[in-house]
Nanobody, 124 residues
Framework: QVQLVESGGGLVQPGGSLRLSCAAS????????MGWFRQAPGKEREFVAA???????YYADSVKGRFTISRDNAKNTVYLQMNSLKPEDTAVYYC??????????????????WGQGTQVTVSS
């Protein structure tokens, strides 16, 4: 069983920054491939960013150049640094552990454990 707990969400003005954290349980965290997704009101959950098992990073086109995914294996934590935030970035953000290569990294089906989510609101 893997537990994931997100934190760091909040209200920020357009153009501002936030850093989300996702703390994971488990003694083999360094071997996990991890991802971030988000779900805006009335919309389906969508892929944001991910690491694969080789530490290659992937980003959705909508966040490329503004968001950065990183990890600290000593702290069992993955981060999402979000800069130049826009109102359309408003959503609940979820971290997840990738379980399978049977689905693409952008697919929710590729992830087995999910956090509870943290709200990010970008508004003036």
């Amino acid at each position: 069983q893997v537990q994931l707990v997100e934190s760091g969400g909040g209200l920020v003005q357009p153009g501002g920054s936030l850093r989300l954290s996702c703390a994971a349980s488990g003694r083999t965290f360094s071997s996990y491939a991890m991802g971030w997704f988000r779900q805006a009101p009335g919309k389906e959950r969508e892929f944001v960013a991910a690491f694969n098992w080789g530490a290659t990073t992937y980003y959705a086109d909508s966040v490329k150049g503004r968001f950065t995914i990183s990890r600290d294996n000593a702290k069992n934590t993955v981060y999402l640094q979000m800069n130049s935030l826009k109102p359309e970035d408003t959503a609940v953000y979820y971290c997840a552990r990738r379980a399978s290569v049977g689905y693409a990294y952008q697919s929710e089906k590729s992830y087995d454990y999910w956090g509870q989510g943290t709200q990010v609101t970008v508004s003036s």
